[in-house]
């Protein structure tokens, strides 16, 4: 968190609590302390966050579905006190935890035991740069959207590491799919943030929510997002965000149809436990940085709202996007290989270069008359729908109704 804490009550209050318990310890020990109490708020917030999210999700799609979703789960002490559900995530973790434990016999079993706790422990390193508020940091690193992309690509090998060890060639064949999944968005994933650092001139994430705060004629917010090139920015993001956390529409390394499980078809207990807490970790930390990097971050939408905490506007803008996630895997099917990379290489890299090119032009030309900034803002938008319509016709374009040979 940022030592020096700025703001009213509420906004300084987390902060001057942990200055308070840092004070309680001997000076040397201050540092560890420091950090320690850091890293506990990250796994207390976003662990009981995730136990939200679970069932924020199940109730969701079950409504989707037509249906009521988890209702029957209640306290062990009042079992007919049932809360409409809401204490199901903590039945799920008491019964991941005391299930057995099976390894195949043939399996790798130290990286069968490694490849889960890789796979969590760098989705949670992700979070140590995102600003969850005006004060609130974990590391306030220079290359901080360098340090995100690092961590996060790792976890990606932790999947391949799973599926190798399995010793199931359903599981191998679920890493492979990962990893060239992994190939495909990495790329357009980075494209969509470089114009930000490129208007930004930086990869603090904090002086990326700095940059984007003030109000346009007092009341429109300077975010990103309200840009031509901003907003084309934030779709590829968004894309690739799902292809990223293995989401549906882009679920296929878990495709249960075709591959079981995937790369999970060897685990269980608390080792399947440990995937399923990666993959909500790292589409809630990718969820954040979006918030960061397209949405204002911490920034109120208006000005007369500055008084709520910077902390809830985070939270809320991050509620909302990992909601937009879950309501498109209750809407969406899931898309075959190729069309997986088609739409990849076809649109979406295509699209992150010329917006690329969009937001160079759009930087050179800030300082212009009033004449200069409609027309700015028209050949901009012009250059992103053109863009858009052009690849999105011929992504389709030559491609028949696929015949099924061996289907009877």
């Known amino acids: 968190m940022n030592p020096t804490a700025t703001g009213p009550f509420l906004e300084r209050a987390p902060l001057e609590l942990r ?7 001997p000076q040397p020990l201050h540092w560890l302390v420091h950090h320690l109490i850091t890293v506990v708020a990250i796994l207390a917030v976003f662990g009981l966050f995730f136990a939200m999210l679970t069932i924020v999700e199940r109730k969701f799609l079950a409504r989707i579905q037509n249906r009521r979703g988890p209702n029957r ?21 008491v019964k991941a935890l005391t299930k057995e434990d099976v390894v195949p016999a043939d399996a790798d079993k130290f990286l069968h035991f490694l490849a889960p706790v890789v796979v969590c422990s760098f989705a949670l390193m992700t979070f140590a740069v995102i600003p969850f508020g005006q004060n609130i940091i974990a590391i306030e690193l220079d290359a901080a959207v360098l340090y995100f992309f690092a961590a996060g690509a790792a976890s990606e090998l932790a999947i391949f590491m799973a599926g190798w060890a399995s010793q199931n060639k359903y599981a191998l064949l679920a890493a492979m799919r990962a990893l060239a999944q992994l190939i495909s968005y990495e790329l357009p994933l980075l494209l969509s943030i470089v ?15 700095e940059a984007q705060g003030g109000y346009a004629f ?34 296929l390394p878990e495709a249960e149809s075709e591959l079981i499980a995937g790369h999970l078809t060897e685990y269980s207990g608390f080792k399947y436990a440990l995937f399923f807490m990666a993959e909500y970790f790292g589409m809630t930390a990718l969820c954040g940085f979006g918030v960061t990097l397209f949405l204002g971050g911490w920034q109120a939408p208006l000005p007369f709202l500055t008084f709520i905490p910077s902390y809830a506007w985070f939270g809320l803008k991050l509620f909302l996007m990992v909601l937009s996630l879950i309501w498109i895997r209750g809407t969406l099917l899931r898309l075959r290989i190729d069309q997986l990379t088609r739409l990849s290489w076809k649109l979406l890299v295509p699209l992150a270069l010329v917006n690329l090119l969009n937001a160079a032009v759009w930087s050179l030309t800030a300082d ?8 700015r803002w028209t050949i901009s938008l012009a250059v992103v729908v053109t863009t858009f319509v052009v690849l999105g016709r011929r992504l389709g374009s030559g491609l028949g109704p696929r015949t099924y040979r061996y289907a009877s």
């Open 19 to 25: 200055d308070a318990v840092v004070g309680w310890f």
């Open 73 to 93: 789960a209640a306290l062990p002490w009042a079992p007919k006190l049932r809360l409409w559900g809401l204490t199901q995530p903590f039945a799920d973790a």
């Open 195 to 209: 114009p930000v650092v490129l208007i930004t001139g930086s990869l603090s994430t904090m002086e990326i929510v």
């Open 218 to 251: 007092g009341f429109i917010p300077q975010w990103n997002i309200l840009t031509p090139w901003g907003i084309a920015g934030f779709l590829v993001f968004f894309i690739a965000t799902l292809a990223e956390t293995n989401r549906s529409p882009f679920d």
């Open 368 to 375: 212009v008359s009033l004449v200069g900034q409609i027309l």
